[in-house]
Structures are given as structure tokens and as C-alpha cells.
């Protein structure tokens, strides 16, 4: 089965490359990915996969409609997989009159306006568009859009052991600059309104009085002009109130597991949380979880057992959990260890795998039923024209 993945996108999410690295461990596979430039094609050129580029991105225009037919046409794909919405887009429009199924992968919720209408009457009129979902994103029902369960490699994502753990934290530490005794929390994830970390920063100075130990580390990164607009709010919020020793936005983290291992807990405070990816990965790791109780935070999260939820909004609740967690390590222990074996028996990569593949074996399923409801017909049509002549 082929698979050509295409990413639009200047920047890419860590939830596609999760998703290609998914896609790389099933043998029954021959994928292959046209995007611009960058982070994804070199972490996927050494395991043997083709890449195209994808010579320009920003706002679509007629030469990548044209790139991307052309690769359709050259490769002769069975299923072109969208990892984001421009890219499905482009996808349905470049395809105008082939059979060829495309999927678009849904990684966010996707906000009521004018564009969401045009998306989803572009879904509806195209029978050869496919939704992969994550919670919350597509609400309607339809036998065209297919759940992929969230998923972290349990091998990859594991606890340190007590040696370790002390070389993470103190590596971590020293990294940015903070003493060995302080209080470490995080928030992971793309810096953009919707995750709400200037929330989290004007939030600091309560948390602070409390926890005078405290620091927060920030990583991710801005992707559109409007997250770009956000990351300097937050820049201006921690230099007004005069956090810049408490607080570091440390960029994207290519290597995770050792940083979740590093600090004491993570911060989950978005305003609506459709996949979860950091939260499966820090409970994998053995880390607590402090999160908004929205979205699929309630799901993998039962509070005060293997994680702690607070209601949106709610900073205070956020401190008192907080301050509990800061109060004792075993106690954080404890509820790390919790927090990884609920994840590690419902989320594991292996279940995701083979998701997936039954989507894909669905998608292309339906492909054949049109066809062969298409070919029907049109013997109906005719045996109809012959008894009327």
C-alpha cells in the first residue's frame, strides 16, 4: 500500500512527526513525503524514505497544486495522507478527477468561522475525502471520518531509574540556569493562544508566594504570524513581571524523554486539549500531570490518582496542586507511577498501528464500493436505455 504524506506547512507539529514515525514501523507500507524544507525531511531521509520537496509555502497557490498532482501522477499513490488542513485542501484540489483517496489528519479543534463552513462543505461534496480525528475536532458522525487513538512509544517514554532521574534533573538544571533545589514545572506544546501559557505566566507570581522554590520552563514554538504575535506578549509579560530568572521559553526540545524526566511536573492549561500528545508522553516518563479538565486531559487523567485536574481558569486550584506535589517527592513518585501504567496499557504505539492500518484499509474499502456502485449503475442505466428502445 502507498502512502504519500503531504505537509504544507513551514513548520511542522511534533504530533505529524509521530505520526510518520507510526507510519515507518509498518511493514505493509511504502510512504513518501512531499513537503518544503526542513525539520521533517531530515529526520525521516535516514530511514529510507523518499521526499520530494515542495518548493515554496505560505498562503496556496496554483504551482503547488501543480507540484502535487504531478507526484500523484508520478508515484501513483493509493492514499495521499494530509498531515494538517492547508494540506488537505491542496490535496482535494490538486486530485480534481482522480480516484485517489485523501486523507487529511485533524491534529487540532478546529474553531467556528467562515473558513471552518468552506472546509467542511469541501469534506461533504467529496467522496474521496477522509477525516482522521483526534476528540473534539468533528463532532458529526459520518462513515467517512475515522478515530486515531493517541499513543507514546512506552520503550522510548520511560521513567529514569533513581540514578538517572538525579542526572536528568541536575542536567536539566544547569542547562538553564536554575539551582538544584528548585521546583521545575513545564508546559510542552506549540506556543499559540489556545495552549494558554501567558495565562500560566500571569498566573507565576501567585504560584511563587506559595512555592518560592518554583520555575517554568516553556518549550515549543510559534508556527503562524498570530502565534509569532502571542510568543511576544509572553515575552513582554515575563519582562513586566519581572519573571525573566523564574521563567524560560526554551524553544523546541528535540530530545523529550530526558526532559520530562527532569522536572517535577507538567502544566497542561489549554483552552480545549483534542490530542494529548505531551500528556501521554510526561505520564509515560513517570511525571505528574497538572491540567485544565477539558478535552482529553479528562480523559486519561482520574485527579488526585494518576494525575491532578483544576477547572479552567482556576489558577488558585492549579497553586493548591501545585503546592502538594512541591510538598513531596515520594508523593510525586507515587503518582507518576500511577500515571505510567494507565497510560502504558490503553496508549501504546503498537494499538495506534494497527489503528491505522485498519483506517487505510477502510479508506481504500470504500474507494472499491464506489466503484463498484458506480459500474452498477451504470449497467442499470443501460438495461434501462435497451428496454426503452
Same mark, same amino acid.
Given at each position: 500500500?502507498?502512502?504519500?504524506?503531504?505537509?504544507?506547512?513551514?513548520?511542522?507539529?511534533?504530533?505529524?512527526?509521530?505520526?510518520?514515525?507510526?507510519?515507518?514501523?509498518?511493514?505493509?507500507?511504502?510512504?513518501?513525503?512531499?513537503?518544503?524544507?526542513?525539520?521533517?525531511?531530515?529526520?525521516?531521509?535516514?530511514?529510507?524514505?523518499?521526499?520530494?520537496?515542495?518548493?515554496? @509555502?505560505?498562503?496556496?497557490?496554483?504551482?503547488?497544486?501543480?507540484?502535487?498532482?504531478?507526484?500523484?501522477?508520478?508515484?501513483?499513490?493509493?492514499?495521499?495522507?494530509?498531515?494538517?488542513? *492547508?494540506?488537505?485542501?491542496?490535496?482535494?484540489?490538486?486530485?480534481?478527477?482522480?480516484?485517489?483517496?485523501?486523507?487529511?489528519?485533524?491534529?487540532?479543534?478546529?474553531?467556528?468561522?467562515?473558513?471552518?463552513?468552506?472546509?467542511?462543505?469541501?469534506?461533504?461534496?467529496?467522496?474521496?475525502?477522509?477525516?482522521?480525528?483526534?476528540?473534539?475536532?468533528?463532532?458529526?458522525?459520518?462513515?467517512?471520518?475515522?478515530?486515531?487513538?493517541?499513543?507514546?512509544?512506552?520503550?522510548?517514554?520511560?521513567?529514569?531509574?533513581?540514578?538517572?532521574?538525579?542526572?536528568?534533573?541536575?542536567?536539566?538544571?544547569?542547562?538553564?540556569?536554575?539551582?538544584?533545589?528548585?521546583?521545575?514545572?513545564?508546559?510542552?506544546?506549540?506556543?499559540?493562544?489556545?495552549?494558554?501559557?501567558?495565562?500560566?505566566?500571569?498566573?507565576?507570581?501567585?504560584?511563587?508566594?506559595?512555592?518560592?522554590?518554583?520555575?517554568?520552563?516553556?518549550?515549543?514554538?510559534?508556527?503562524?504570524?498570530?502565534?509569532?504575535?502571542?510568543?511576544?506578549?509572553?515575552?513582554?509579560?515575563?519582562?513586566?513581571?519581572?519573571?525573566?530568572? *523564574?521563567?524560560?521559553?526554551?524553544?523546541?526540545?528535540?530530545?523529550?524523554?530526558?526532559?520530562?524526566?527532569?522536572?517535577?511536573?507538567?502544566?497542561?492549561?489549554?483552552?480545549?486539549?483534542?490530542?494529548?500528545?505531551?500528556?501521554?508522553?510526561?505520564?509515560?516518563?513517570?511525571?505528574?500531570?497538572?491540567?485544565?479538565?477539558?478535552?482529553?486531559?479528562?480523559?486519561?487523567?482520574?485527579?488526585?490518582?494518576?494525575?491532578?485536574?483544576?477547572?479552567?481558569?482556576?489558577?488558585?486550584?492549579?497553586?493548591?496542586?501545585?503546592?502538594?506535589?512541591?510538598?513531596?517527592?515520594?508523593?510525586?513518585?507515587?503518582?507518576?507511577?500511577?500515571?505510567?501504567?494507565?497510560?502504558?496499557?490503553?496508549?501504546?504505539?503498537?494499538?495506534?498501528?494497527?489503528?491505522?492500518?485498519?483506517?487505510?484499509?477502510?479508506?481504500?474499502?470504500?474507494?472499491?464500493?464506489?466503484?463498484?456502485?458506480?459500474?452498477?449503475? @451504470?449497467?442499470?442505466?443501460?438495461?434501462?436505455?435497451?428496454?426503452?428502445?
Amino acid at each position: 500500500m502507498r502512502i504519500l504524506f503531504i505537509s504544507y506547512a513551514g513548520a511542522e507539529s511534533r504530533a505529524e512527526r509521530a505520526l510518520l514515525c507510526l507510519t515507518e514501523r509498518i511493514r505493509a507500507l511504502e510512504i513518501s513525503l512531499l513537503s518544503p524544507a526542513g525539520d521533517l525531511q531530515k529526520q525521516i531521509l535516514p530511514w529510507g524514505v523518499e521526499c520530494r520537496l515542495l518548493n515554496e @509555502s505560505g498562503a496556496p497557490s496554483g504551482r503547488a497544486i501543480a507540484q502535487i498532482r504531478n507526484r500523484v501522477r508520478e508515484w501513483k499513490p493509493d492514499i495521499i495522507h494530509a498531515l494538517n488542513t *492547508r494540506s488537505g485542501v491542496l490535496a482535494l484540489l490538486a486530485t480534481v478527477g482522480m480516484s485517489v483517496r485523501v486523507v487529511w489528519q485533524a491534529q487540532d479543534v478546529c474553531s467556528e468561522s467562515p473558513l471552518t463552513a468552506v472546509i467542511r462543505v469541501l469534506l461533504a461534496a467529496s467522496a474521496r475525502a477522509h477525516v482522521v480525528r483526534v476528540d473534539g475536532y468533528l463532532k458529526r458522525k459520518s462513515d467517512r471520518v475515522h478515530v486515531l487513538d493517541k499513543a507514546i512509544d512506552p520503550i522510548l517514554f520511560h521513567p529514569a531509574t533513581r540514578t538517572d532521574r538525579r542526572v536528568d534533573a541536575s542536567s536539566l538544571r544547569n542547562e538553564f540556569g536554575f539551582s538544584t533545589g528548585a521546583f521545575v514545572v513545564a508546559m510542552v506544546g506549540r506556543i499559540t493562544a489556545s495552549q494558554g501559557q501567558l495565562e500560566i505566566i500571569r498566573a507565576f507570581p501567585a504560584i511563587l508566594a506559595r512555592i518560592p522554590r518554583a520555575v517554568l520552563l516553556i518549550a515549543g514554538t510559534p508556527l503562524s504570524k498570530s502565534d509569532w504575535e502571542y510568543r511576544a506578549r509572553m515575552d513582554q509579560a515575563i519582562k513586566h513581571l519581572e519573571l525573566t530568572g *523564574r521563567i524560560c521559553l526554551t524553544g523546541e526540545q528535540q530530545n523529550m524523554a530526558p526532559f520530562y524526566r527532569g522536572i517535577d511536573a507538567l502544566i497542561v492549561n489549554s483552552a480545549a486539549e483534542p490530542f494529548g500528545l505531551s500528556i501521554l508522553e510526561a505520564m509515560a516518563c513517570g511525571r505528574p500531570v497538572v491540567a485544565a479538565d477539558v478535552g482529553s486531559a479528562r480523559k486519561f487523567i482520574q485527579s488526585r490518582l494518576n494525575g491532578l485536574l483544576y477547572e479552567t481558569g482556576n489558577y488558585s486550584e492549579l497553586a493548591e496542586h501545585l503546592v502538594g506535589l512541591a510538598a513531596s517527592l515520594p508523593g510525586r513518585d507515587e503518582m507518576g507511577a500511577r500515571a505510567r501504567e494507565s497510560v502504558t496499557c490503553r496508549f501504546t504505539i503498537d494499538i495506534q498501528r494497527t489503528q491505522l492500518l485498519a483506517i487505510y484499509k477502510r479508506v481504500l474499502d470504500t474507494k472499491h464500493h464506489l466503484l463498484r456502485t458506480t459500474r452498477f449503475n @451504470s449497467k442499470q442505466s443501460d438495461a434501462t436505455e435497451r428496454a426503452r428502445l
